[in-house]
């Protein structure tokens, strides 16, 4: 499902990583965001997007307050290093369809999303989302 622009990592840690955009973009796709929330360290100010630092609820809420419920990625190129050997850092970029909550596609979107994910846990400690038309 993923196209890896880099292999840098050993098999355990590509593992981590694959396991967890996996969960994390069909979470999006099949229930929502809010799936996504238990794969937060914790509900602190870790997500920012257009320059908004929210809290994993406060997104699913921003979300919602635009009539979006769920959403499709197409188009993923990604690539991930280890920042320490407690860290992955992900970078992908790719074509994210937002879904309102009647089931209709609203609008298309380029995404570019970075994680900052923890090897132990596949917890995201900082998420960072930017979108352009």
Not at 43 to 64: F, G, H, Q, T
Not at 77 to 91: C, F, G, R, Y
Request: hydrophobic fraction near 40%; charged fraction near 20%; aromatic fraction near 12%.
């Amino acid at each position: 499902m993923f196209s890896l622009q880099k292999n840098l990592l050993p098999k355990d840690n590509n593992s981590v990583v694959n396991e967890f955009l996996t969960k994390f973009y069909n979470n999006i796709k099949t229930g929502g965001w809010n799936l996504n929330l238990e794969l937060y360290k914790n509900n602190n100010k870790c997500i920012s997007i257009d320059n908004n630092l929210l809290s994993p609820y406060e997104y699913v809420c921003y979300l919602a307050k635009k009539n979006i419920s769920k959403g499709t990625i197409e188009n993923i190129t990604s690539s991930w290093q280890l920042i320490n050997i407690d860290t992955i850092l992900i970078s992908l970029s790719g074509i994210i369809s937002f879904i309102t909550f009647n089931n209709i596609i609203n609008y298309k979107k380029i995404i570019f999303e970075s994680f900052i994910i923890s090897v132990k846990d596949g917890k995201i400690l900082n998420h960072n989302i930017h979108l352009r038309d």
